[in-house]
């Protein structure tokens, strides 16, 4: 088993154009880590990203994978990229967001396509990922790996129906591939938030009534304060960096006080 410091690392982070996946790989990037790769599903906004990383991390050698990780070719596309572009890979962070034209809704609402929409982004595309990332961590005896998962996966919410069934595949997956992996070096875990204000995300929730008065109703509980990219992208570092060696197989929670899930 080989423990990494930051500086030595090669970090991929999907869904990394904005919000929390772009406040996390840039702050894995003021960290110290020298080589990361972005994505992000349009080229323009993918680009724009870099530009704002580099801005954020003027020594770190930025790249960008434009594809959709929600799909096995798209996930595999970006993992190929970044051990093309840097030749390794020790850090994965998968943060695709959910489809932007679905907000929480009742189940008996969703028609088939936006089932499938929702299973991939809010789980498939952790597990296509993890599976194209782990042959490469494997052959260098370590790595970690953190999935965005979120607190419906441990509290039933209305209106997230399948999205709280498929952030628990997310989180059990993450929690069962600590153990298979820890043989190899490899720390997994999942972090949990519940609302993020100053995500494209949040803008969604408020624009519709039935999200907006459920999740205004979460965001009253919030004591520490409703919970912003900047406040999550912190654990993220650490759990990747050497301080957390021992660690794995842990889902926590980001939240603010809403809940002590």
């Known amino acids: 088993m080989k423990v990494r410091q930051l500086h030595e690392c090669t970090a991929v982070v999907t869904g990394s154009t904005a919000s929390i996946g772009f406040e996390i790989a840039a702050q894995l990037a003021e960290a110290g880590v020298p080589r990361v790769m972005l994505n992000g599903r349009e080229q323009a906004r993918c680009d724009a990203a870099v530009d704002r990383l580099k801005a954020?991390?003027?020594?770190?050698?930025?790249?960008?994978?434009?594809?959709?990780?929600?799909?096995?070719?798209?996930?595999?596309?970006?993992?190929?990229?970044?051990?093309?572009?840097?030749?390794?890979?020790?850090?994965?962070?998968?943060?695709?967001?959910?489809?932007?034209?679905?907000?929480?809704r009742p189940f008996h609402e969703l028609d088939a396509e936006e089932l499938d929409a929702l299973v991939a982004a809010h789980m498939m595309s952790a597990i296509y990922t993890c599976q194209a990332a782990l042959p490469h961590m494997i052959a260098r005896e370590g790595g970690v790996i953190i999935n965005m998962s979120s607190d419906a996966a441990k509290i039933a919410t209305p209106g997230e129906v399948v999205i709280g069934a498929s952030k628990a595949g997310t989180l059990m997956f993450s929690r069962t591939l600590a153990l298979e992996q820890s043989r190899h070096g490899i720390r997994v875990h999942a972090i949990t938030p519940s609302i993020v204000a100053g995500t494209e995300a949040y803008d969604r929730l408020m624009e519709k009534e039935f999200s907006r008065k459920l999740f205004k109703k979460?965001?009253?509980?919030?004591?520490?304060?409703?919970?912003?990219?900047?406040?999550?992208?912190?654990?993220?570092?650490?759990?990747?960096?050497?301080?957390?060696?021992?660690?794995?197989?842990?889902?926590?929670?980001v939240n603010g006080g809403i809940s002590a899930a």
Request: net charge neutral; charged share 15%; proline share 8%.
């Open 218 to 253: 979460a965001e009253a509980k919030a004591k520490l304060g409703v919970v912003t990219p900047a406040d999550i992208a912190p654990l993220a570092v650490f759990l990747c960096s050497p301080g957390a060696a021992k660690m794995t197989g842990q889902g926590i929670s």
């Open 56 to 104: 954020r991390a003027p020594d770190a050698d930025v790249r960008a994978c434009t594809a959709d990780s929600a799909t096995h070719a798209g996930a595999r596309a970006v993992i190929d990229a970044a051990v093309g572009a840097f030749g390794a890979i020790d850090i994965l962070v998968t943060s695709i967001p959910g489809p932007k034209n679905l907000t929480p």
